[in-house]
């Protein structure tokens, strides 16, 4: 898909993460097939070692590519180079997210307290941490740093101030509702088992 929409068609990459739109249309659709089959777990599952080893040797191929002198992109332009780029750019981002899902369906199918509050807190993260991230960042990028020293920097102050707003949004109702969880039943409303 992402190599049917071409610029100029969907040229504008700098609003969708770097792809274009309609690819992020086949990946959807594409989640949604392999969450909704048991079958298609259990071949990512198996497939989880052959992704990861392509993954990588198809990583280590695009980045000798573009660091070598005429080197290309996927959003680099209409062309042959451009089709193959954009199929191999597809084919190690399928490696990446099979090998993903795989090791994540082997090794962390279990229940745990910890994953319990973590999934119940996954949507009010994801809500509250573009926000957070760019506050710590406006300040941040002023200071006299090394890029990668602004980065480990915003992630390193982001992520405990994301933690602590999290704290009282999973005990109070009212938050609870306004940023789409469950409310919690207090333990006096409950009825009483006889």
Known sequence: MNIAAVPPYFSNLSGYGGWKLPSYLVLFVAGYVVASSPQFEESIEKSR????????????????????????S????VGSSYVAVSTIWALN????????????????????RILQVSNELVLPFYILHQAVIVAVAYYVVGFDLVVIEKYLLIVLASFPIILALLY?????NLLRFLFGMRLKIRSSMRPSAV
């Open 49 to 72: 070692t052959i992704g990861l080893i392509l993954g990588i040797v198809i990583t280590l191929i695009v980045l000798a590519v573009a660091a070598s002198p005429g080197g290309t």
């Open 168 to 172: 009282p949004i999973s005990k109070v």
């Open 74 to 77: 996927p959003s680099s332009g």
């Open 93 to 112: 981002g399928w490696c990446w997210v099979t090998a993903i899902l795989g090791f994540g369906r082997k090794h962390l199918s279990f229940n745990h």
